[in-house]
């Protein structure tokens, strides 16, 4: 892995299993990281996404990203005007090449909603994309027990699920981009 700076902006691509761009963000700025842990944490706000036909749109609040080197999802808070949200993404654990964080998204997804109730979307696609990609049985048993992990974090409201703690976050984040300018 290239060496990391706080601070620093990198890109993210997110994949499919074959190997194609599925969608890429302009920035997120590396706030943390705890290889301990396996956790890198990033942020961003207003960033630009392409998706993989060439629409873009931008991201409407700010949001921390909580990344890892052995978790098979990633955590995204997002920090609404209704309360803070989170996404989460199953998905391979990242590498970071070229300034860029890459994984390869495995769409099923959790929604987590400011109550603390949480909802698991696109499971229909989880099952076309697995057809269409061949996912290997091993991917698969990953998959589902990683979600089930990931869903024992919501309800046990891991450190990744702290409000306080994305709260801290995007103070972080918000003092670092005063400095840079």
Not at 44 to 71: C, S
Request: glycine share 4%.
């Amino acid at each position: 892995m290239e060496k990391l700076i706080i601070g620093k902006k990198y890109q993210i691509h997110s994949y499919k299993h074959n190997g194609e761009i599925y969608k890429s963000w302009d920035e997120a700025t590396l706030l943390n990281y705890n290889f301990k842990k396996g956790v890198l944490i990033f942020a961003n706000d207003h960033t630009k996404v392409t998706e993989k036909d060439g629409h873009t749109w931008q991201t409407k609040e700010p949001a921390i990203l909580f990344f890892f080197l052995n978790k098979w999802y990633n955590i995204i808070g997002q920090y609404k005007d209704r309360g803070i949200c989170y996404y989460c993404n199953m998905a391979s654990p990242i590498i970071i090449e070229s300034n860029t964080i890459k994984y390869i998204d495995y769409d099923l997804d959790v929604k987590v909603f400011p109550s603390g109730s949480f909802k698991i979307v696109d499971k229909n696609e989880y099952n076309y994309h697995k057809k269409q990609y061949k996912y290997p049985k091993e991917i698969d048993y990953i998959i589902k027990k990683e979600l089930n992990n990931l869903i024992k974090e919501i309800k046990n409201k891991s450190e990744f699920f702290s409000k306080d703690q994305v709260k801290r976050w995007v103070k972080y984040y918000e003092n670092l981009k005063k400095e840079k300018k």
